[in-house]
């Protein structure tokens, strides 16, 4: 019995709990990061979707660059679509490369897909630049917050920070659209190195083949026959 109400007692304290460690409801719940960049390789024949969560009076940008395609046709076209909470679809774009940029109407979770069902030999290595950035004051906390009285220096010194971020976030862009140029160039380079060696080693071997088989005929037609003789 002593047994029993021990276990009572310290089994809740030794169970591990599946609540998540902020536990005021006044604070917002975690959306995840403002933006993403990386590479995903799609199958043959499959949709890859995505969702990112934005803030009303945003900017939404979503880039893309097919580096790598494989299969029969090797078409390296890919349809992305972009879509807000309610599903409806806000642009789309079908090329090697493209970009969808809208301002968010609405709070929620904006949905990305990239359609690889026209190809249904081969995979597709896409990279991909999505996110969204705010002009003007933060809108992660939508508390209505009183705001104080700076003088004229303070906020001088906010309007040319807030300009100064503005302008790197621009620049990390762009440096991800020549990172997805680089990468597709590479790519390419290697596709045609590869397929200079082995079409130059393909006509080799057909040269030495050739020049083989013209030697065995030459031969054949200079060869005399001694065996049969006519006797006189």
């Known amino acids: 019995m002593l047994l029993l109400a021990l276990l009572v007692l310290l089994g809740p304290a030794s ?11 006044q604070e917002p719940p975690f959306r995840g990061a403002d933006r993403y960049d990386f590479a995903i390789v799609i199958p043959a024949g499959t ?22 395609a494989t299969g029969i046709a090797n078409s390296r076209n890919i349809l992305a679509t972009a879509s807000d909470p309610n599903g409806v679809r806000l ?14 109407k609405e709070t929620g979770f904006y949905q990305l897909c990239l359609d690889n069902q026209q190809n249904h030999f081969g995979f597709m290595q896409v990279y991909l630049n999505f996110g969204v950035y705010y002009e003007g004051s933060n809108v992660e906390n939508k508390q209505p917050q009183e705001r104080k009285e700076l003088n004229d220096t303070l906020e001088a010194i906010g309007v040319s920070i807030q300009k100064l971020q503005l302008h790197i976030f621009h620049m990390w862009r762009f440096y991800n659209f020549a990172r997805m140029r680089r990468g597709a160039d590479s790519f390419l380079l290697e596709s045609n190195y590869n397929y200079v060696n082995w079409w130059s080693m393909a006509q080799s071997c057909v ?18 026959q001694t065996s049969s003789r006519q006797q006189c």
């Open 207 to 224: 040269i030495v083949l050739s020049g083989v088989l013209q030697l065995y005929f030459l031969k054949r037609l200079f060869n005399v």
């Open 47 to 68: 949709v890859e979707c995505f969702w990112q969560f934005a803030h009303q009076s945003g900017n939404f940008f979503f880039s893309y660059e097919v580096q790598r």
């Open 91 to 104: 642009g789309a774009s079908q090329h090697v490369r493209g970009q969808i940029n809208f301002l968010t």
């Open 15 to 25: 169970c591990p709990r599946a609540e998540p460690l902020n536990r005021s409801s």
